[in-house]
């Protein structure tokens, strides 16, 4: 089964910056499509930025320019480098890992709270 593990949230003040990192439970980002995805409270839970199993990288209008993903399959480990970081990037972040041609298969980190302040 494939476990998640989020870290790498906090407190920071506008304009600085994170890296948050998802460790996998096994070497899974040849067949997985990887992404972040974050939820704010009394909100839908929104697509940031994912990573084919070729290294097509998309981002959200919101944060391109700002953010970047990347992985290192040796680790097992994806990261979200967060840059001139905005309180609108206040949110629950959520790494997640899905099977194009497998509508079944989702699965979801615990989630690691970042909070921007101005």
């Known amino acids: 089964q494939v476990q998640l593990v989020e870290s790498g949230g906090g407190l920071v003040q506008a304009g600085e910056s994170l890296r948050l990192s998802c460790a996998a439970s096994g070497s899974i980002f040849s067949i997985n499509v990887m992404g972040w995805y974050r939820q704010a409270p009394g909100k839908q839970r929104e697509l940031v930025a994912s990573?084919?199993?070729?290294?097509?990288?998309n981002y959200a209008d919101s944060v391109s320019g700002r953010f970047t993903i990347s992985r290192d399959n040796a680790k097992n480990t994806l990261y979200l480098q967060m840059n001139s970081l905005k309180p609108e990037d206040t949110a629950v972040y959520y790494c997640?890992?899905?099977?194009?041609?497998?509508?079944?298969?989702?699965?979801w980190g615990q989630g690691t709270q970042v909070t921007v302040s101005s």
């Open positions: 997640n890992a899905r099977r194009t041609y497998d509508r079944t298969y989702n699965y």
């Open positions: 990573i084919s199993p070729v290294g097509s990288r």
